[in-house]
């Protein structure tokens, strides 16, 4: 499944596992009778499309979702838990941040995964 990202100007290609993973997710978190969770649906899903390998093993994704984030012939497939992303290739480039940006984001998520409390008191 093919669809445009919540936060990033790119396209997210998600595997049929993982679409129905974040589909049971949105099931789980959502009531479609609740107006801004209805609202939130319709966003989440507009303009989705499945794409499925040609007999060449090529995929085929749609000018329109390409031209959505102002892709042309030059894209970046860029891997990301379970799904890939579709970028145009001068802006993923400029994705934000630096090495040095990267590296404080990475400690700040992550630099305290794995510790229980009693070493944090300590």
């Known amino acids: ?9 790119c396209l997210v290609l998600y595997p049929m596992n993982e679409w129905e993973r974040q589909n049971e997710i949105l099931r789980q978190n959502t009531n479609p ?14 303009g989705t499309a499945e794409v499925t390998l040609d007999a060449s093993n ?3 994704i749609p000018k329109r979702m390409l031209d959505e984030i102002g892709a042309g ?5 860029a ?3 379970g799904k890939i992303e579709i970028w145009k290739a001068d802006a993923y480039d400029k994705v934000e941040g630096g090495d040095e940006s990267f ?4 400690e700040k998520i992550m630099g305290n995964v794995g510790k229980n409390d009693e070493t944090d008191k300590k």
């Open 1 to 9: 499944m093919l669809k445009k990202d919540i936060f990033e100007s």
């Open 58 to 60: 090529r995929l085929l």
């Open 79 to 81: 891997g990301q838990l």
């Open 103 to 106: 590296a404080l984001l990475a």
């Open 33 to 46: 009778y609740n107006r801004e969770h209805n609202k939130f649906l319709r966003g989440f899903y507009k």
């Open 73 to 77: 012939r030059e894209i970046v497939l």
